[in-house]
C-alpha cells in the first residue's frame, strides 16, 4: 500500500480505509443478495456454503469498520453507545415491542 495509496485507501492521510469499507459492505450485500436469491438456502449453485461466506464478510466488515474508526480518530465510545441503543431497539422489534 504506501505510496501508492490513493485518498481514502488504507494507508492515505484522507479519510483512511473509507474504500476499503465500501468494498467489504459490497461484497456482504453481494453474499446478502444471494441468500435472499436462494429463498434462504444456504447451499449455493456454485457450490459454496453461503453461511460460510456470510461469516467471511461478516468478519471483513467488522474489521474494516473497526480499522477506519481508529484509522479517521472517530469518537469510539460514542459510536459504541449509539450502536448498543441500536441493537437494543433491534432485539424489542424482533420481539414484536417497540
Ligand atoms: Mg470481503
Redesign the pocket.
Known sequence: MGEQAGPYSIGSDVWPGASRLI??CG??MQVLGKLIGSGGATAHWDGTDLRARLT??LA??RAALDYFIFANSMPDAAIADRADKKRAQYERWHHGDN
Do not use: A, K, R, T
Request: zero cysteines; aromatic letters at 0%.
Open positions: 468494498e467489504e461484497e456482504l467471511d464478510e471483513d466488515v
